[in-house]
């Protein structure tokens, strides 16, 4: 019963400071051969929810479940009790800062998230003080701060790990540390310690014989601060007056152990030689793959396929690496060297960028000759391809200057010249590009070409417009028929008729229709008619018959008796007559607007 055989006294003192609720919470647990002291302090703002009380009580559940010194143990209640704050923080995120400290009387283990404090005095002085998790203790140990101002320090309560964080949790777990008569263990939340500090502390503890007196006195330093506002706060003295003893070692259990270890370290040397084997045997498989990669590359590389053989090198390198064959990683890194710079010439060749193709392949011309596997004539070819590539990419800048600039028929010829270069050094990709652009050089020539027809029927029309004005038919009607040539051989077809019936105009202006004359019935005449014999004048005459009016008749009509025969000269008269019409002459525009 190591309880029994000990002397552990506690003491200690949690209160509210200035606000209404204390969100600090301690407890602890004492059985016959373990003891679990638990301080956290709630560093959320919820009313309802108390963190520190959850966090706590989960932790003493699982310790009374199993007691134990084991830190895994530990470590795995204190992820137990920070899921499950974190699956109780549905309203608001819970937090807290957490200390547990473990012992079974003889040695501790203590284990802390966040900033609450463990102070092991030990004759009087500091033995040793837990860490803070936080970016000002961070920044001491870097040595951006004196590690005694980081209880002042304004990050001091910027925590980088505690209890509910979402990203990340790791909590500190301390070796087992022994425990001596007369050692005293203050846990304390950051109400305690940001208000008393050590030397205080130290003073405190060499008044103070009992635990209760410790954290009464640790009290009264704090409200004697007489600070505006006090957090909440609380203390716990531990006084290990007496701790238990250890029973001497049993010499059979000492035996015991000698052979449990001579056992292990004859399993050891068993594993030794399983591993030697082992990696015997890796090694010996690397050495294969080593040849089998290095043969496969300098075929590769004989069939020109730099791309496979740089794959291959590789592999082969890396098992000459694992074989510890310096000679080999040496000789064949070469190879694979030399065929990263024809790759790379390859791929510059299809970026087209010619300059740098035939800076790598000229550099592994200048290797080449050292290996019988990479041809010197083929890697000659591709720098001479690319030359010519360069070259007839040049033209194909040239053409489309010139396409540019608008002058469609250059173009046309460069390109040309381009496409017969490209097919002469089977650039094939040029000889597409190059299509279509002759193809588009084509159309915007034969574009250019139509409108210069049209153009010169526009000014061939004009002239025949004036031509009309000027009552020079013949001319207008022969500029017309030029202007409805070129026209038509545009394929504008309401141009071709807009001049033909211009030619009809001025042709009917050339030819102008005789005037039809007048038919008066011969009664008619012959009264109507005496005035102009009288006056010993002929008339002429015209029987019209209006039984059809649509019927066209010709009739000669002789002059009346008693008309001189000089009279009778009037000549025929030929007219066609409509019944509906009795004008048969319609109106003629004179000029070209009414047209």
């Not at 594993?271 to 045997?281: L, Q």
């Not at 417009?465 to 545009?490: L, P, V």
């Not at 042709?507 to 008066?520: F, N, R, Y």
């Amino acid at each position: 019963m190591r309880k029994e055989n000990s002397d552990f006294k506690t003491g200690f003192v949690s209160e509210a400071g200035s606000f209404i609720n204390n969100k600090d919470y301690f407890a602890y647990i004492e059985l016959d051969d373990m003891a679990c002291y638990v301080i956290a302090d709630g560093i959320d703002n919820d009313q309802e929810a108390h963190s520190a009380e959850m966090i706590a009580k989960t932790v003493l559940e699982n310790f009374i479940e199993r007691p134990t010194l084991s830190r895994r143990q530990l470590k795995s209640s204190l992820h137990e009790a920070h899921e499950w704050l974190k699956f109780e923080s549905r309203r608001v995120r819970l937090k807290a800062s957490l200390l547990v400290v473990v012992t079974n009387y003889t040695k501790m283990i203590w284990a802390s998230s966040g900033n609450a404090r463990l102070y092991h005095f030990r004759g009087g002085r500091l033995n040793q003080k837990s860490k803070d998790q936080s970016l000002s203790q961070v920044m001491a140990d870097d040595g951006f701060l004196p590690d005694e101002t980081v209880s002042q320090h304004e990050e001091r309560g910027n925590l980088l790990h505690y209890m509910g964080n979402p990203d990340r949790f790791h909590p500190y777990i301390s070796p087992r540390i022994p425990l001596s008569d007369g050692d005293v263990l203050l846990l304390c939340t950051s109400g305690l310690w940001e208000q008393v500090n050590l030397p205080e502390m130290l003073d405190a503890l060499e008044e103070c014989k009992e635990p209760e007196a410790l954290t009464d006195t640790l009290e009264e330093i704090l409200l004697s601060k007489q600070k505006r506002t006090i957090n909440n706060y609380t203390a716990v003295a531990i006084y290990t007056d007496k701790t238990y003893k250890e029973p001497p070692k049993n010499r059979k259990k000492w035996i015991k152990r000698i052979l449990i270890a001579m056992m292990a370290l004859l399993l050891t040397g068993g594993g030794v030689w399983i591993y030697k084997v082992r990696e015997a045997n890796r090694i010996a498989e690397a050495a294969a793959n080593m040849v089998e990669f290095e043969r496969d590359g300098d075929e590769y590389a004989a069939d020109g396929d730099y791309s496979k053989a740089l794959k291959s090198y590789s592999e082969a390198r890396n098992a000459a690496s694992k074989v510890k064959d310096k000679i080999h990683t040496n000789l064949i890194g070469r190879k694979q060297k030399l065929a990263r710079m024809l790759v790379d010439g390859d791929e510059y060749l299809k970026d087209s960028i010619y300059d740098k193709a035939v800076s790598s392949y000229t550099k592994a011309l200048e290797n080449a000759d050292h290996w019988d596997m990479f041809d010197e004539a083929d890697i000659q070819e591709r720098i001479d391809r690319t030359t010519d590539y360069e070259v007839v990419t040049e033209q194909i800048r040239q053409g489309d200057l010139k396409s540019q600039g608008q002058d469609y028929s250059g173009a046309l010829a460069i390109y040309k010249k381009a496409n017969t270069a490209a097919i002469e050094v089977s650039y094939t990709s040029a000889q597409k590009d190059l299509q279509d652009k002759m193809s588009k050089a084509q159309e915007k020539l034969d574009a250019v070409q139509m409108e210069t027809i049209n153009l010169k029927g526009d000014k061939l029309e004009q002239k025949g417009d004036r031509s009309f004005d000027a009552q020079d038919y013949a001319g207008a009607i022969d500029s017309y028929m030029q202007a409805q040539e070129k026209y038509q051989s545009t394929g504008k077809l309401e141009r071709v008729l807009a001049m033909e019936r211009k030619i009809a105009k001025a042709d009917e202006k050339l030819h102008p229709v005789v005037p039809v004359v007048p038919v008066v019935p011969e009664s008619e005449a012959m009264t109507d008619n005496s005035n102009f014999a009288d006056q010993g004048t002929p008339f002429p005459y015209e029987s019209v018959t209006e039984t059809d009016p649509q019927a066209s008749r010709k009739e000669t009509v002789a002059p009346p008796a008693g008309v001189d025969d000089n009279k009778q000269n009037v000549k025929d008269v030929t007219t066609d007559v409509t019944a509906d019409d009795s004008d048969p002459i319609s109106p003629t525009p004179e000029s070209k607007e009414e047209l």
